[in-house]
């Protein structure tokens, strides 16, 4: 493995004890050759997947920071608009407080009853009002 996949980082390897004996024991040429091809093959394998990784990890990082750009602009956006409308509302003129008297508004066959008796003379000054407050249940 060369020593730039290396550099800077903090792995300790601990060695393989037998299969270190096993290769320092064995005496045919060619049994050698293949544990040697095969632990190249190993470490290749692994240094593509260690690239491959890095760069996913480089990519999910980007889009992470992209998605939070963006984020931080809607918030930004949002921030601005909720101050203008705050500012919109304040400068409304302020509307008189409606204040609930707890009254009851009559039916409207009840208004029709007044308002029958007004035309046929039994009424009071005019007509009644369309709707009228009583006392509500206390």
């Excluded at 095969?38 to 593509?48: H, I, P, Q, Y």
């Excluded at 920071?65 to 302020?94: F, I, W, Y």
């Amino acid at each position: 493995m060369p020593v730039s996949l290396l550099k800077g980082a903090r792995v300790r390897v601990t060695p393989n004890k037998q299969r270190i004996s096993a290769i320092l024991r064995e005496k045919d040429v060619l049994e050698l050759q293949r544990q040697l091809l095969t632990t190249v093959m190993e470490a290749e394998v692994l240094k593509k997947q260690i690239e491959s990784a890095s760069e996913e990890w480089a990519s999910k990082t980007s889009e992470w920071e992209s998605d939070h750009r963006h984020a931080l602009a809607a918030v930004t956006s949002l921030k601005e608009e909720n101050s203008r409308l705050k500012q919109q509302l304040e400068a409304r003129p302020k509307a008189p407080e409606k204040r609930d008297i707890g009254g009851v508004c009559r039916p409207s066959h009840v208004h029709h009853q007044h308002h029958d008796r007004w035309q046929r003379g039994g009424g009071g000054g005019g007509c009644p009002d369309t709707h009228r407050a009583t006392p509500g249940p206390m």
